[in-house]
């Protein structure tokens, strides 16, 4: 029989993650990341508790769908994303490996690579996500044709 405060920290621990989601992804939509998918991540656990969430999960994965759609309607989207997303991966290598500061870099030492490997390991991660949600795009979009979601008024 579980403690009834289990259920109680339970609950906190999955808002928290919930917010914490929400949060990361509205960051998301300015840094790289994948911001809508994160902020539908958190909406789908705050909405075991909220009605409010509950009604915002559609709206947001439509817009996520159709953005994962138009991400590779063309075969230069295509391209530039896949590029992007392993220059990012390399970026990472390069903070985990944390050569020294060059001869031509004018600040201070410390201020080359600042975050060292963790910062290396979330830049990889990062990327690697990014080619997983292209990977999946591609699929589902461009080799299934599965229909882009439309949006409904009742979305806005």
Known sequence: MKAPGAKVVRRVLLEALGWILVVGGIAGLILP????LMIFAGLVILSQEYEWAERRLEPVKVRALRGAAEGVETWLRVALSSALALGLVACGVLWIWSPPAPSWWPWADSWWL??????GITQVASGLIALGLLV???????VLGEPVPELTNDDD
């Open 114 to 119: 600042p975050g060292g490997a963790p910062t």
């Open 136 to 142: 999946y795009s591609y699929r589902r979009f461009r």
């Open 33 to 36: 990341g994948p911001g809508l």
